[in-house]
Each structure stands twice: as structure tokens, then as C-alpha cells.
Nanobody, 113 residues
Framework: QVQFVESGGGLVQPGGSLRLSCAAS????????MTWHRQAPGQAREWVAT???????FYDDSVKGRFTISRNDANGTLYLQMNSLKPEDTAMYYC???????WGQGTQVTVSS
């Protein structure tokens, strides 16, 4: 059974940092193209970042230079280091294997003073 379990969200002030984690199971993680997405209230879910098995990474322009996607293939975990957070980063964050139809419960990130 494919499963993604996100954690690490919370309330942070503008300019602060958070590190999100995603535990993946039921997939061949070492071969998986992994992605982070987010959905703000009243808005469509949007792509944030992608990491390929070989290490290549890609980011949406809105987070480039502030967010870093990484992975630990030994334990099947995906990460998203978020620095210099802005109020517009407030959203529910989800991880997923590219092309999967399965979504986790997500982890809430709120950036507010």
C-alpha cells in the first residue's frame, strides 16, 4: 500500500525556518521521482519542488533560493528545508511520488507574526 506521511509543519514568524519530512512506503523510493506540493486555503494545489533519484532538483520560482528539497534513500524519507519564510508560504504541504494518485494528509505551515 502506497503511503506518504508528512510532518514538521507549524507556526513560524516571517523570516523563520521549518524543515518538513515525508515518510514514504509502498514504493521503490530509491527509484522514485519525489515532489512537494502545497495548497493554500481557497486555492488549487500547486507544485513546489521535485527531486530525481540522481539528485537533480527543480523548484518553483516562488521558492527558489529559499527552499531546499533533499532525500534519504536509506530510510525512504523526503525533506523540505524552508528558510526565509513569507506569509504567502502559508499552506498545507504534501509530498508525493511523481505520477502517483495517492496523497498523504499533509502538514500545515503557517507563517504569521
Amino acid at each position: 500500500q502506497v503511503q506518504f506521511v508528512e510532518s514538521g509543519g507549524g507556526l513560524v514568524q516571517p523570516g523563520g525556518s521549518l524543515r518538513l519530512s515525508c515518510a514514504a512506503s509502498g514504493i521503490s523510493f530509491t527509484e522514485a521521482i519525489m515532489t512537494w506540493h502545497r495548497q493554500a486555503p481557497g486555492q488549487a494545489r500547486e507544485w513546489v519542488a521535485t527531486m530525481f533519484p540522481g539528485g537533480a532538483t527543480f523548484y518553483d520560482d516562488s521558492v527558489k533560493g529559499r527552499f531546499t528539497i533533499s532525500r534519504n534513500d536509506a530510510n525512504g524519507t523526503l525533506y523540505l528545508q524552508m528558510n526565509s519564510l513569507k506569509p504567502e508560504d502559508t499552506a498545507m504541504y504534501y509530498c508525493q511520488e511523481a505520477g502517483s494518485t495517492t496523497w498523504g494528509q499533509g502538514t500545515q505551515v503557517t507563517v504569521s507574526s
